[in-house]
């Protein structure tokens, strides 16, 4: 007997087919759940870690279930000789790259009387130049291509991760909260000067999505409560709902999606303060 989940599964049509992604981040929370969802849905995807390599290779024997490729890559996406050789890399294994997804990230959170430099800086590094990093090296190679209209109509898809925190601002947080700002004009800028040559930039900005990163927000009945007051939707999401939205981004269902933020917040953006308040 087969589960929903199992229907669920097969039912996931093959949009992504004959494509290479490459997702950052990939061995942990969204980054797995994205690199899995692409891999089911048709991709050959690389699978990005920079310390946890045995989770890394195991999220590449899911997606290899698939019947598509996929290896893992240890790089640091905030180093730019890694960056590049990581993309150069898939170029020489898979031919090239059609998708990148610019996932990887961190919080290293302090109230700002507290916050050191090395902290501000580590989430800068990581969470925007990082994305700036791979978003980079990904054009090069998309240009160099150019349209393969049998594999996709646009030259490449960016898609960044980034987060409700790039418009709400976030107390003790400032350096996580500032990069994220960042991630939103830095992938409006690349859309608006990489479109004309057929190349898509876009973002996907979870809400609060139940990984490692923000356990101590849900691991606790309380805590989970708390979160829950921000929710007006009031779960807390999947990887797997943001896996789906980059899914769909990524593909040719969403070509004429350019330079936008797609929120997967089960409403979080929509100030639900004011739904009692004001
Ligand atoms: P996570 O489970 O902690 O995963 C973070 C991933 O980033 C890990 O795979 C980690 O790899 C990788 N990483 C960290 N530093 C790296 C570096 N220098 N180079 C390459 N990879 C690096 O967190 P997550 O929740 O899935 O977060 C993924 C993205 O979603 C982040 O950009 C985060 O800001 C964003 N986001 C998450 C939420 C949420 O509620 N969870 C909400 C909004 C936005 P290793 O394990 O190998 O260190």
Same mark, same amino acid.
């Given at each position: 007997m087969t589960s929903a989940v199992d229907e669920g599964r097969r039912a996931v049509p093959s949009i992504l087919r004959g494509q290479k992604a490459l997702v950052t981040g990939?061995? @942990?929370g969204i980054g797995k759940a994205t690199a899995i969802g692409l891999g089911r849905a048709g991709a050959d995807v690389v699978v990005n870690y920079v310390s946890g390599g045995e989770a890394a290779e195991e999220v590449v024997e899911e997606i290899k279930s698939f019947g598509v490729r996929a290896y893992a890559y240890e790089a640091d996406v905030s180093q730019e000789d890694q960056v590049v050789a990581m993309v150069a890399r898939m170029v020489e294994e898979?031919?090239?790259?059609d998708i990148m997804v610019a996932n990887a990230g961190l919080q290293r959170d302090a109230a700002i009387t507290e916050m050191s430099v090395a902290q501000w800086q580590k989430v800068l590094d990581v969470n925007l130049t990082g994305q700036f990093l791979c978003a980079r090296e990904a054009a090069k190679e998309f240009l160099r291509r150019g349209v393969v209209p049998e594999v996709s109509r646009s030259a490449g898809k960016i898609v960044c991760m980034s @987060?409700?925190?790039?418009i709400i601002p976030w107390a003790g947080h400032v350096n996580y909260a500032s990069s994220k700002g960042g991630v939103l004009m830095m992938m409006q800028t690349l859309a608006q000067e990489l479109a004309p040559k057929g190349i898509r930039v876009n973002a996907v900005a979870p809400g609060a999505?139940?990984?490692?990163?923000?356990?101590s927000a849900w691991d606790t009945p309380e805590a989970e409560a708390d979160l829950l007051r921000l929710v007006p939707y009031r779960r807390v999401g999947d990887p797997e709902d943001i896996a789906n939205a980059v899914t769909v981004l990524a593909s040719?269902?969403?070509?004429?999606?350019?330079?936008t933020t797609i929120y997967v917040d089960g409403?979080?953006?929509?100030?639900?303060?004011?739904a009692t308040g004001g």
């Amino acid at each position: 007997m087969t589960s929903a989940v199992d229907e669920g599964r097969r039912a996931v049509p093959s949009i992504l087919r004959g494509q290479k992604a490459l997702v950052t981040g990939a061995n @942990s929370g969204i980054g797995k759940a994205t690199a899995i969802g692409l891999g089911r849905a048709g991709a050959d995807v690389v699978v990005n870690y920079v310390s946890g390599g045995e989770a890394a290779e195991e999220v590449v024997e899911e997606i290899k279930s698939f019947g598509v490729r996929a290896y893992a890559y240890e790089a640091d996406v905030s180093q730019e000789d890694q960056v590049v050789a990581m993309v150069a890399r898939m170029v020489e294994e898979f031919g090239t790259i059609d998708i990148m997804v610019a996932n990887a990230g961190l919080q290293r959170d302090a109230a700002i009387t507290e916050m050191s430099v090395a902290q501000w800086q580590k989430v800068l590094d990581v969470n925007l130049t990082g994305q700036f990093l791979c978003a980079r090296e990904a054009a090069k190679e998309f240009l160099r291509r150019g349209v393969v209209p049998e594999v996709s109509r646009s030259a490449g898809k960016i898609v960044c991760m980034s @987060s409700v925190h790039q418009i709400i601002p976030w107390a003790g947080h400032v350096n996580y909260a500032s990069s994220k700002g960042g991630v939103l004009m830095m992938m409006q800028t690349l859309a608006q000067e990489l479109a004309p040559k057929g190349i898509r930039v876009n973002a996907v900005a979870p809400g609060a999505i139940r990984t490692p990163i923000n356990r101590s927000a849900w691991d606790t009945p309380e805590a989970e409560a708390d979160l829950l007051r921000l929710v007006p939707y009031r779960r807390v999401g999947d990887p797997e709902d943001i896996a789906n939205a980059v899914t769909v981004l990524a593909s040719d269902l969403l070509d004429y999606v350019v330079g936008t933020t797609i929120y997967v917040d089960g409403g979080m953006t929509l100030f639900p303060g004011f739904a009692t308040g004001g």
